[in-house]
């Protein structure tokens, strides 16, 4: 057995074998910790990079918060717009079916606009074709045109060279018909004047006083009376009095001049609508009553004038008179009553006889419208106005205008005299004119723009209807101071062609208002005599009187004609 161990021994193992603990300690912790080391420098990075991460999250903690917020928000307004996303989407399903509906239509239009176009080319050659013809048929026209005013003034030639060798023919047996009969008149006369002295003195012994018998004186003082008598009736009548109705005398070698004899003793003032009818198929401008009374004329618009019988207290219709290319401004009856003269917008003058609706003559010249047209008392001369301020002379006998005056301003109407034409214009002033002359002699002043002239059956009184609702009186012995001015309250002149006139014997004027009514002034006293109530429905245009003094007869624009009388 060992002997133990001293203490010094065993110290020296113990710390040998410490030592050997620590190294194998150190080894192990060496081979172990290399195996570790890149594990343990990741933790520790990690580490650190968590650290930063606290600490970067500590600072963006309230930006995250306003983030989160805002993402919220962004999150309702996409909610928003995905809802407003399916609505716009809905809508455009619905435009797209509307623009497939738009598209469709579109082609059945352009379809239908494919057969338009060829319509249109149809009708483009049929048109052409059409114009072709109808330039074919106006030369056919013209030249049919032509022919016939060849043929109608070759026609209207013999017949005034007819008309002008019957005149000539029966003038010269007028006349010796009448001598004849004046001849046969004073022997009848002379051969029983003759037989009476005879018998008276062979029956009668006895002598007056101085060699003469009582009856002898007595005979001779009869013949005395009887040629103051005629003597008396010659200065009174000193025309004879055709079979018309119109006073004749001579006055020159070809021409009759006419002066009517009166035939109305007193007018009646109208009060009662006796007819009233549509007369025509536009506005009526012109009616005159024929010198029997028994036949009335209208003029109208529509070109044409018609005639109408006065029967019993209604209008019948007669016939209508055509040829005017346009309106009817102003007509008159020639004093036997057998011929019509009518003014025309178409710048001419027509003459018709009654029984022929074509005119006879046509008188052109004037260079616009014709407003007024009147025989001159003679049945061969007639004076027309225009708006192209003139007035104008013609011989019937040749269709020709014999005088020219010129006027200053527009002629609205014009009366006649023998030797005087009076004429009235729209520079308010009327003009009197010697028709031997050719010039104007005297002027008197009006009191607005004239629109019509009438003259007193007796020549001695010029009536004139103004632009300033008045009428005018002027006795035409001292023109340039009239003898009333006729006015009344409501009273309106409707036109520039509104036309007065003077009753048959001169006692009243009656001119027709823009109020429907048409009133009658009394010449003598200055007043207003009546008031026609508003039967029309428009503007009265123009007013007729007849001979008789029996019918008045007023027109309007609105084609009415209405037959007026006192009962």
Same mark, same amino acid.
């Given at each position: 057995?060992?002997?133990?161990?001293?203490?010094?021994?065993?110290?020296?193992?113990?710390?040998a074998w410490?030592?050997?603990?620590?190294?194998?300690?150190?080894?192990?912790?060496?081979?172990?910790?290399?195996?570790?080391?890149?594990?343990?420098?990741?933790?520790?990075?990690?580490?650190?990079?968590?650290?930063?991460?606290?600490?970067?999250?500590?600072?963006?903690?309230?930006?995250?918060?306003?983030?989160?917020?805002?993402?919220q928000?962004?999150?309702?307004?996409?909610?928003?717009?995905?809802?407003?996303?399916?609505?716009?989407?809905?809508?455009?399903?619905?435009?797209?079916?509307?623009?497939?509906d738009?598209?469709?239509?579109?082609?059945?239009?352009?379809?239908?606009?494919?057969?338009?176009?060829?319509?249109?080319?149809?009708?483009?050659?049929?048109?052409?074709?059409?114009?072709?013809?109808?330039?074919?048929?106006?030369?056919?026209?013209?030249?049919?045109l032509?022919?016939?005013?060849?043929?109608?003034?070759?026609?209207?030639?013999?017949?005034?060279?007819?008309?002008?060798?019957?005149?000539?023919?029966?003038?010269?047996?007028?006349?010796?018909?009448?001598?004849?009969?004046?001849?046969?008149?004073?022997?009848?006369?002379?051969?029983?004047?003759?037989?009476?002295?005879?018998?008276?003195l062979t029956?009668?012994?006895?002598?007056?006083?101085?060699?003469?018998?009582?009856?002898?004186?007595?005979?001779?003082k009869?013949n005395?009376?009887?040629?103051g008598?005629?003597?008396?009736?010659?200065?009174?009548?000193?025309?004879?009095?055709?079979?018309?109705?119109?006073?004749?005398?001579?006055?020159?070698?070809?021409?009759?001049?006419?002066t009517?004899?009166?035939?109305?003793?007193?007018?009646?003032?109208?009060?009662?609508?006796?007819?009233?009818?549509?007369?025509?198929?536009?506005?009526?401008?012109?009616?005159?009553f024929?010198?029997?009374s028994?036949?009335?004329?209208t003029?109208?618009t529509?070109?044409?004038?018609?005639?109408?019988?006065?029967?019993?207290?209604?209008?019948? !219709?007669?016939?209508?008179?055509?040829?005017?290319?346009?309106g009817?401004?102003?007509?008159?009856?020639?004093?036997?009553?057998?011929?019509?003269?009518?003014?025309?917008?178409?710048?001419?003058?027509?003459?018709?006889?009654?029984?022929?609706?074509?005119?006879?003559?046509?008188?052109?010249?004037?260079?616009?419208?014709?407003?007024?047209?009147?025989?001159?008392?003679?049945?061969?001369?007639?004076?027309?106005?225009?708006?192209?301020?003139?007035?104008?002379?013609?011989?019937?006998?040749?269709?020709?205008?014999?005088?020219?005056?010129?006027?200053?301003?527009?002629c609205?109407?014009?009366?006649?005299?023998?030797?005087?034409i009076?004429?009235?214009h729209?520079?308010?002033?009327?003009?009197?004119?010697?028709?031997?002359?050719?010039?104007?002699?005297?002027e008197?002043?009006?009191?607005?723009?004239?629109?019509?002239?009438?003259?007193c059956?007796?020549?001695?009184?010029?009536?004139?209807c103004?632009?300033?609702?008045?009428l005018?009186?002027?006795?035409?012995?001292?023109?340039?101071?009239?003898?009333?001015?006729?006015?009344a309250?409501?009273?309106?002149?409707?036109?520039?062609?509104?036309?007065?006139?003077?009753?048959?014997?001169?006692?009243?004027?009656?001119?027709?208002?823009?109020?429907?009514?048409? !009133?009658?002034?009394?010449?003598?006293?200055?007043?207003?005599?009546?008031?026609?109530?508003?039967?029309?429905s428009?503007?009265?245009?123009?007013?007729?009187?007849?001979?008789?003094?029996?019918?008045?007869?007023?027109?309007?624009?609105?084609?009415?004609?209405?037959?007026?009388?006192?009962?």
């Open positions: 057995m060992s002997a133990p161990a001293c203490p010094e021994s065993a110290s020296k193992d113990g710390e410490r030592r050997h603990i620590i190294r194998q300690l150190k080894l192990r912790d060496r081979f172990q910790k290399i195996r570790f080391q890149d594990v343990i420098r990741a933790y520790f990075r990690l580490q650190e990079r968590t650290n930063q991460r606290a600490t970067i999250l500590q600072s963006v903690r309230p930006t995250l918060t306003s983030c989160s917020e805002n993402v928000d962004l999150k309702t307004t996409t909610g928003e717009l995905a809802y407003h996303a399916v609505e716009l989407q809905q809508k455009i399903k619905i435009r797209e079916a509307q623009l497939e738009q598209h469709a239509r579109l082609c059945e239009l352009h379809a239908c606009w494919v057969e338009v176009d060829s319509a249109r080319s149809q009708l483009r050659c049929r048109v052409e074709e059409v114009r072709t013809a109808n330039l074919l048929r106006k030369c056919d026209y013209d030249e049919l032509r022919r016939h005013r060849d043929v109608e003034l070759r026609f209207r030639l013999a017949s005034e060279r007819s008309l002008s060798l019957e005149e000539n023919l029966m003038k010269p047996k007028q006349k010796a018909a009448e001598r004849m009969n004046h001849l046969n008149e004073r022997r009848s006369r002379s051969m029983e004047a003759t037989s009476n002295v005879t018998t008276k029956t009668n012994t006895s002598v007056g006083p101085g060699g003469i018998s009582p009856e002898k004186a007595s005979l001779q009869t005395l009376a009887e040629k008598l005629a003597r008396f009736l010659s200065l009174c009548f000193p025309d004879k009095t055709s079979a018309d109705g119109c006073s004749r005398r001579k006055c020159g070698q070809d021409e009759d001049l006419f009517p004899v009166g035939v109305c003793v007193a007018a009646r003032v109208p009060a009662v609508v006796k007819h009233k009818l549509d007369a025509h198929d536009l506005g009526i401008n012109a009616v005159r024929s010198s029997s028994n036949l009335l004329a003029g109208s529509d070109r044409f004038i018609k005639l109408w019988d006065v029967r019993a207290g209604q209008l019948d !219709y007669r016939g209508t008179l055509g040829g005017s290319n346009e009817i401004t102003s007509i008159e009856f020639d004093p036997s009553g057998t011929r019509i003269l009518a003014a025309s917008y178409d710048k001419s003058a027509l003459l018709w006889r009654l029984e022929d609706p074509v005119p006879k003559l046509t008188l052109t010249g004037h260079t616009r419208k014709v407003t007024a047209a009147r025989f001159k008392c003679s049945l061969w001369q007639v004076v027309t106005g225009s708006a192209d301020r003139t007035v104008k002379l013609w011989d019937l006998h040749r269709a020709a205008c014999t005088q020219t005056m010129e006027v200053t301003s527009h609205s109407d014009v009366v006649c005299s023998e030797y005087v009076v004429s009235g729209y520079d308010h002033k009327i003009r009197f004119w010697d028709s031997r002359l050719a010039r104007c002699t005297r008197t002043l009006a009191q607005g723009r004239v629109t019509s002239l009438d003259i059956p007796d020549h001695r009184q010029l009536l004139s103004s632009r300033d609702d008045s005018q009186v002027v006795d035409l012995r001292m023109v340039h101071t009239p003898i009333f001015v006729f006015s309250e409501g009273f309106k002149c409707g036109s520039d062609s509104t036309k007065a006139i003077f009753s048959p014997d001169g006692s009243y004027v009656a001119a027709g208002s823009a109020d429907w009514a048409v !009133y009658v002034w009394n010449v003598g006293g200055g007043h207003l005599e009546a008031r026609l109530p508003e039967v029309h428009s503007t009265v245009s123009a007013v007729a009187w007849s001979s008789s003094g029996e019918y008045v007869v007023s027109v309007d624009k609105s084609r009415c004609a209405v037959l007026w009388s006192d009962i």
